[in-house]
């Protein structure tokens, strides 16, 4: 398993958003969050990516602690665990919180040239493999507000993907999307789920999780619910 959620637990001033919840995800597998608004499927999803701090319980990104409860005490990953932790795991945001002020290309480089885990020159590279990939080609020089808001979101996945995570999380792909985006969407998700990738997807359209779901996780007044379906 590349995800493992066991026993946790996150409050805010007093008020559980969720209890107790456990489960996992295997290398490939494309994982459903759903519920209602405000049931916490967001700080779930910010919790996995080190984003919110638990009150309970641990998570395990492929054999290494990101938490780990120990005599009643959650304790975080050190800091060179953490480093590596990091390059495990991408979030793709709802709305998708490129850099306003760098184009296509600065936007994918920033974090692993700034992080030193990769040289500029290699960055780049890797930049323009994944815009080919997203059928992003020749949108190395445009700025955010110069792209659709499926354009933006592609660069946003391969942000996400430029130290080739095993676990990508979305939080609400299809909020923002037309049907021919959405289709293009769940293609592209396939396509990362075949080639290893964990995927997590917080959302509330159910069609989107009846067509892509392989595992569906629905949170409801704090608890879980897991059911596993075919593989679509
Ligand atoms: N930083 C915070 N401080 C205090 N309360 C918060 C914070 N973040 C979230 N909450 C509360 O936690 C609960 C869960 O919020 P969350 O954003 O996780 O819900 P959600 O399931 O993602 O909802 P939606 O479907 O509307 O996006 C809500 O009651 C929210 O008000
Ligand atoms: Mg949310």
């Known amino acids: 398993m590349v995800l493992k959620v066991n026993n946790l637990s996150k409050s805010f001033n ?71 932790i990091h390059q495990e795991i991408g979030l793709v945001f709802q709305n998708f919180n490129l850099f306003p002020h760098m184009n296509v290309m600065e936007n994918l ?51 996400a993907c430029m130290l080739n995570p095993s676990i990508l999380c979305f939080d609400e792909p299809t909020s923002a999307l037309d049907e021919s985006t959405r289709g293009q969407i769940s293609k592209i998700i396939r396509k990362l789920s075949s080639q290893g990738m964990a995927i997590i997807i917080v959302t509330h359209d159910n069609a989107f999780v009846n067509e892509i779901a392989e595992k569906i996780i629905t949170l409801s007044e704090g608890k879980i619910t897991i059911e596993t379906t075919r593989r679509p």
Do not use: W
């Open 14 to 84: 007093g008020q559980n958003v969720f209890e107790d919840i456990s489960f996992s995800a295997a290398a490939g597998e494309i994982v459903c969050i759903r519920g209602k608004s405000g049931e916490g499927k967001t700080t779930l999803l910010r919790c996995i990516n080190n984003l919110e701090f638990p009150d309970r319980g641990s998570i395990e990104i492929n054999s290494l602690y990101l938490y780990k409860e120990e005599n009643g005490q959650v304790k975080h990953a050190s800091k060179s665990e953490l480093q590596s």
């Open 109 to 159: 480089i920033e974090a692993p040239v700034f992080l030193k885990k990769m040289s500029s020159d290699k960055a780049k590279e890797r930049a323009l493999e994944l815009l080919e990939q997203l059928e992003l080609e020749g949108k190395e020089h445009s700025y955010p507000y110069q792209l659709s808001g499926g354009q933006k979101q592609r660069v946003a996945i391969a942000r």
